[in-house]
């Protein structure tokens, strides 16, 4: 069966510093991979989605950036943090067209 | 633009009664709508999905409605459940499936005993 990591669960950044947040998944090939982000009493941004190693499409203009080095592998980073980070970030990967199947994601403050 | 938009941010409803959640949206390319359940802390998960040919769609205590005249989709819940205390969200696609998909706002959605 397919399964999801991210880590860490939760991370407390100062302003300024650097990000890097993964995403794995195992038991599927080529998938399509997500970074969206949910701020406090918001819904699912979508970030940046990957059809495959090297290939990134961004959705929002933003602070951060994302990469696929490997075909299970999504990373999240930041050069430099700012407040407005701050958010639950998940990862999804979808194998079809039926739905997407969610990480259990990450808890990022920035202070 | 809100491409999805669900208007309750939060519904309260007796265990056992059935709980009705709306979500609305303005593109007409959307073809294919999902509903997710989400715990805090925990990322979402996949409830049920309907095709855009279809205008119902079942899957035990949950079924979803779509009306496409109206650009409108319903999730009900019967009989509702205290583990059924969570954020909704329901999310379209216009691209072949659930490839690339548009969040609504969530609604909270709390059962009481």
């Known amino acids: 069966s397919q399964t999801i990591h991210q880590w860490p669960a939760t991370l407390v950044q100062p302003v300024g510093s650097p990000l890097s947040l993964e995403c794995t998944v195992e038991?599927?090939?080529?998938?399509?991979l997500y970074w969206y982000r949910q701020a406090a009493g918001r819904g699912l941004q979508l970030l940046f989605y990957s059809v495959g190693i090297g290939q990134i499409s961004s959705e929002v203009p933003q602070n951060l950036s994302a990469s696929r080095p490997q075909d299970r592998q999504f990373i999240l980073s930041s050069k430099k943090l700012l407040l407005s980070d701050s958010g639950f970030y998940l990862c999804?990967?979808?194998?079809?067209?039926?739905?997407?199947?969610f990480g259990p994601g990450t808890r990022l403050t920035v202070l | 633009d809100q491409q999805v938009k669900q208007n309750s941010p939060s519904l309260s409803v007796q265990e056992g009664r059935i709980s009705i959640l709306n979500c609305d949206y303005t593109n007409s390319m959307f073809d294919y709508f999902l509903w997710y359940k989400k715990y805090p802390a925990e990322g979402p998960t996949f409830l049920i999905s309907?095709?855009?040919?279809?205008d119902k769609n079942e899957d035990g205590r949950f079924t979803v409605f779509l009306n496409k005249s109206a650009k409108h989709l319903s999730l009900h819940i019967v009989p509702s459940q205290p583990g059924d205390s969570a954020v909704y969200f329901c999310a379209a696609s216009a691209s072949a499936g659930a490839q690339k998909l548009v969040f609504g706002q969530g609604t909270r959605l709390t059962i009481n005993p």
């Open positions: 999804a990967w979808a194998g079809g067209t039926d739905t997407q199947y």
């Open positions: 038991g599927t090939s080529n998938p399509n």
């Open positions: 309907i095709s855009s040919i279809k």
